[in-house]
């Protein structure tokens, strides 16, 4: 499993949704993980 691989799952996260890039910035202590979806992706309703 690659690195967004692991965010992905991590966090829990189904299709559509997945983890498309990390940044790490060590001197602030910050990890931004960007998420998206594949273009045309139907979502349920939650409710």
């Not at 983890?19 to 273009?39: G, I, N, P």
């Not at 045309?40 to 409710?47: D, T, V, Y």
Request: glycine share 10%; proline share 4%.
């Amino acid at each position: 499993m690659d690195e967004l691989g692991l965010f992905t799952a991590a966090l829990g996260l189904s299709e559509p949704w997945r983890v498309t890039r990390s940044e790490l910035d060590a001197e602030a202590t910050q990890l931004d993980l960007y998420l998206d979806f594949d273009r045309g992706a139907r979502f349920g309703c939650p409710g």
